[in-house]
């Protein structure tokens, strides 16, 4: 039996520009969305991230300090544990919730990694689809979206930032391409909540 397709929409690191001008838009369609927040680096402060988890979006965890070169740099076994369990601790204690997923910084992972972040999180973001790369435009991201649907698969799109930063994508690329999402039979919601569903979904088949 096919699984029912899902989007999860990720934005990395926390950014203003993701709260001040993405956030809205999804807002808007009803979307919950997931924000990976370097919980030793903010630009947003906690009672912000604290009113948006309040709204069922999800505050999940993309380390400490995001240290130059992935956690796969950090050689020492206790620090690497702290840059992941700081992390978490903090945004529990902020945000009054748990995370149960998280993001690799600069996506970079190996064995070693892997099973530190596994230990404190069940669920963790080890595929993506990158928004904001040179070839994101509006029709090959509708068509992605509408791929997945008839697959039934789950797409995972990163973000990082809106109108500027980091590979940025605008408001009207999103606001148009969440409208055509809002057209579609499938589910948008946050990485953990999809992480739970499809589990339980795997573990019925």
Same mark, same amino acid.
């Given at each position: 039996?096919?699984?029912?397709?899902?989007? #999860?929409?990720?934005?990395?690191?926390?950014?203003?520009?993701?709260?001040?001008?993405?956030?809205?838009?999804?807002?808007?369609?009803?979307?919950?969305?997931?924000?990976?927040?370097?919980?030793?680096?903010?630009?947003?402060?906690?009672?912000?991230?604290?009113?948006?988890?309040?709204?069922?979006?999800?505050? @999940?965890?993309?380390?400490?300090?995001?240290?130059?070169? @992935?956690?796969?740099?950090?050689?020492?076994? #206790?620090? %690497?544990?702290?840059?992941?369990?700081?992390? &978490?601790?903090?945004?529990?204690?902020?945000? @009054?919730?748990?995370?149960?997923?998280?993001?690799?910084?600069?996506?970079?992972?190996? &064995?070693?990694?892997?099973?530190?972040?596994?230990?404190?999180?069940?669920?963790?973001?080890?595929?993506?689809?990158?928004?904001?790369?040179?070839?994101?435009?509006?029709?090959?991201?509708?068509?992605?979206?509408?791929?997945?649907?008839?697959?039934?698969?789950?797409?995972?799109?990163? %973000?990082?930032?809106?109108?500027?930063?980091?590979?940025?994508? #605008?408001?009207?690329? %999103?606001?148009?391409?969440?409208?055509?999402?809002?057209?579609?039979?499938?589910?948008?919601?946050?990485?953990?909540?999809? #992480?739970?569903?499809?589990?339980?979904?795997?573990?019925?088949?």
């Amino acid at each position: 039996m096919k699984q029912r397709a899902a989007i #999860s929409f990720t934005f990395d690191d926390g950014l203003r520009s993701q709260v001040d001008w993405a956030l809205p838009v999804f807002e808007e369609f009803g979307f919950k969305v997931t924000f990976f927040v370097i919980a030793g680096r903010l630009e947003v402060e906690w009672d912000e991230w604290r009113a948006i988890a309040q709204r069922g979006h999800e505050i @999940g965890n993309h380390s400490l300090t995001h240290p130059n070169g @992935g956690l796969p740099a950090v050689r020492d076994a #206790s620090e %690497l544990e702290h840059e992941v369990t700081e992390g &978490t601790r903090l945004i529990a204690e902020k945000t @009054g919730i748990t995370p149960v997923t998280f993001a690799y910084p600069f996506n970079k992972r190996n &064995t070693r990694v892997r099973a530190v972040v596994r230990r404190y999180h069940p669920f963790v973001r080890e595929t993506w689809h990158r928004y904001g790369a040179w070839w994101c435009n509006l029709w090959l991201a509708n068509a992605r979206v509408d791929r997945a649907i008839a697959r039934g698969d789950w797409l995972v799109p990163m %973000l990082h930032g809106i109108e500027t930063g980091f590979q940025p994508v #605008s408001r009207k690329f %999103l606001r148009a391409h969440l409208r055509h999402i809002a057209n579609r039979r499938v589910l948008v919601d946050t990485f953990g909540a999809v #992480s739970v569903r499809r589990q339980a979904e795997n573990q019925a088949l």
